[in-house]
C-alpha cells in the first residue's frame, strides 16, 4: 500500500492531469524498526545481582542470565520444574540442570542451567519451608506475576543507583554471551525459541574481541593457504 500510494503522489505531482491519491487518507499500520541488541552492560550486572541481598530476587534475575527465558515462561516454572543430574563426561564428573517451558505459539522447548546457578537454585529452594509449588513466590506467598517480576527488578535498580533495565533485556544479555562465547547461531535459536535466525540475530551484539579474532583466525587461513 505505501508502494501503490507512492506512485499516485509521483503521478499526481507529474501529471498534469488533477486526480486525487486514493490511499492518501487510508490507515496504516506504522512500520516498526528492528531495534538494536540491548544486553546488559557487565559493570551494571555486576553492581546488580550480588547487591541483591534478597535470595529469592538474586536466583530470579540469575536465572533470567542463565536460561534466556521470557518472563512469561520464567513465571510458569515451579519447584520441580529444573532437574538437577549428575554427568560424566570424559572421566570428569559435573552437574547439570535442565527443565521444559511452555513458549510462544504453545511450543514447548527445553532450557538448560549451568553449575554455578544450580548452588544459588539450591540455596534458595533449601529456605522454601511452604507447600507452594511455584518457584517464585510474592510476599503474599502467591506465585510472583508477571508484572511483580518486573517492578522488583525496578525496585533494586533504584535502590542500588543502576540503571533502570528491564528483564528483557536480560534475554539479549544471554543471546550475547553465548554467541560471543562461540555458540553456533543454529543452538542459540533452539535454546532462544525462535521460528528464524532473523530474529535470534536481532538479539545479540557481537564483541569487538569476537570481531577480532574471527578477523584474524581467517586471514591466519587465508595466508597458510598454498599458492597455485
Not at 544471554?174 to 536481532?202: C, K
Request: hydrophobic residues 40%; positive net charge.
Amino acid at each position: 500500500m505505501i508502494s501503490i500510494s507512492s506512485n499516485f503522489e509521483y503521478f499526481r505531482a507529474t501529471s498534469k492531469a488533477k486526480f486525487r491519491n486514493p490511499l492518501r487518507d487510508l490507515p496504516r499500520n506504522k512500520w516498526k524498526k528492528n531495534k538494536d541488541p540491548k544486553p546488559v552492560d557487565d559493570l551494571v550486572l555486576d553492581l546488580l545481582i550480588p547487591g541483591m541481598t534478597n535470595l529469592r530476587d538474586r536466583t530470579l534475575f540469575t536465572l533470567f542470565l542463565a536460561t534466556g527465558l521470557r518472563i512469561s515462561e520464567m513465571w510458569q516454572l515451579d519447584r520441580n520444574s529444573i532437574i538437577i543430574a549428575e554427568v560424566i563426561e570424559n572421566g570428569q564428573k559435573h552437574i547439570e540442570g535442565s527443565g521444559k517451558v511452555l513458549g510462544k505459539g504453545r511450543k514447548i522447548r527445553t532450557f538448560f542451567v549451568d553449575e554455578e546457578t544450580l548452588v544459588l537454585y539450591s540455596e534458595y529452594l533449601a529456605t522454601r519451608t511452604d507447600d507452594n509449588p511455584a518457584l517464585f513466590l510474592s510476599e503474599r506467598k502467591q506465585r510472583m506475576s508477571v508484572r511483580a517480576i518486573q517492578y522488583t527488578l525496578q525496585t533494586w535498580c533504584k535502590r542500588l543507583a543502576a540503571p533502570h533495565i528491564n528483564v528483557h533485556r536480560l534475554r539479549h544479555t544471554f543471546a550475547t554471551r553465548l554467541i560471543n562465547g562461540d555458540i553456533s547461531a543454529m543452538v542459540l535459536r533452539e535454546l532462544m525459541g525462535h521460528e528464524s535466525f532473523t530474529t535470534t540475530l536481532r538479539y545479540v551484539k557481537i564483541s569487538e574481541k569476537k570481531l577480532a579474532r574471527g578477523y584474524f583466525s581467517a586471514m591466519e587461513y587465508q595466508t597458510s593457504r598454498p599458492v597455485r
